[in-house]
């Protein structure tokens, strides 16, 4: 079901904001303000099968860890937002745009970020729903903000800064392990 919003998402994108003979600048614009939005549709939900106490027992009577099992959603998640960024940025460049890997990479950080950050809460709260409200709420922010945030502004590369996208790369990675390794131990109590 993530998967297919994240496509629609990729999908009407184009009806929002022109995706066609862009120059760099107002290329980043569709990526940063709508595809990076993926990063929260796909992440967040890594938890909500086992927040069902039935569906939690029954994975957790199989052999495979239930460590495991999140890892690999984890990976999948992020793995199918790469490739719908990267797939949506060649559909801009086949309309003469002047996307770059850059662009690519640094909307990959974006969606990286927000989508670990609701990931974390949903650890944190046990509750996915909960977990879609910080990301939004951030997202947000840096609408009303803007580059005020500094190094954690989400659209930088529309005002032609990349360095941005590192920390929050960075920080995407960070809030990934954090809500992995919180989500374990919760389980080694329960």
């Known amino acids: 079901m993530s998967i297919a919003v994240a496509v629609l998402l990729c999908l009407v994108t184009p009806l929002f904001i022109g995706t066609a003979n862009l120059d760099r600048n107002s290329a980043a614009m569709p990526l940063e303000m709508f595809v990076s939005l993926i990063g929260v549709v796909l992440l967040t939900p890594v938890f909500q099968p086992e927040q069902n106490e039935e569906i939690d027992d029954l994975v957790s009577s199989k ?3 239930t460590a495991k099992v999140h890892l690999i959603r984890t990976v999948y998640s992020i793995g199918a937002a790469a490739l719908l960024i990267c797939v949506f940025t060649v559909s801009m460049k086949l309309q003469s745009c002047d996307v770059t890997p850059v662009l690519a990479l ?16 949903s650890a944190l709260t046990g509750n996915t729903v909960i977990g879609y409200m910080p990301p939004l709420l951030y997202y947000a922010i840096n609408i009303g903000m803007g580059p ?10 529309a005002t032609g800064s990349y360095a941005a996208k590192l920390w929050l790369f960075l920080a995407g990675l960070l ?8 989500q374990r131990l919760r389980k080694r109590r329960a």
Do not use: E, P, Q, V
Request: aromatic residues 22%; glycine residues 10%; hydrophobic residues 55%.
């Open 106 to 121: 640094g909307t990959i950080a974006d969606a990286l970020f927000l989508g670990s950050m609701g990931m974390f809460t």
């Open 175 to 182: 809030m990934t392990a954090a809500a992995l390794f919180y």
């Open 148 to 157: 005020k945030l500094g190094s954690f502004y989400l659209f930088s590369m």
């Open 63 to 65: 052999y495979c860890s």
